[in-house]
Nanobody, 117 residues
Framework: QVQLVESGGGLVQPGGSLRLSCAAS????????MGWYRQALGKQRELVAT???????NYADSVEGRFTISIDTTKNTILLQMNSLKPEDTAVYYC???????????WGQGTQVTVSS
């Protein structure tokens, strides 16, 4: 069973930065599409950033140019660097692994990001 554990959330002022980490275990990255999603209070979960099947990246329009997804295969960790944060980025951020074979989704427990002055 794939296990994903997020960390790095917290309270930050508008314009600040945070880096989220997702430690993945029991996973072979080549068999999964990895990504980050978020869910704000009272809203549906939405895509933030993912790796594409071709090895590229895909970002939500609202975070394009501010967020960067990356992967450290030596540490089995997926990172989300978030810069120029805005109050509307406030949400619980979830790491996701989707099996390329079965299309099964695996989720971490989430990490809270709050952007407020």
């Amino acid at each position: 069973q794939v296990q994903l554990v997020e960390s790095g959330g917290g309270l930050v002022q508008p314009g600040g930065s945070l880096r989220l980490s997702c430690a993945a275990s029991r996973i072979i990255f080549s068999l999964y599409t990895m990504g980050w999603y978020r869910q704000a209070l009272g809203k549906q979960r939405e895509l933030v950033a993912t790796f594409t099947s071709g090895g590229g990246t895909n970002y939500a329009d609202s975070v394009e140019g501010r967020f960067t997804i990356s992967i450290d295969t030596t540490k089995n960790t997926i990172l989300l660097q978030m810069n120029s944060l805005k109050p509307e980025d406030t949400a619980v951020y979830y790491c996701n692994a989707r099996s390329k074979i079965s299309k099964t989704d695996y989720w971490g427990q989430g990490t809270q990001v709050t952007v407020s002055s």
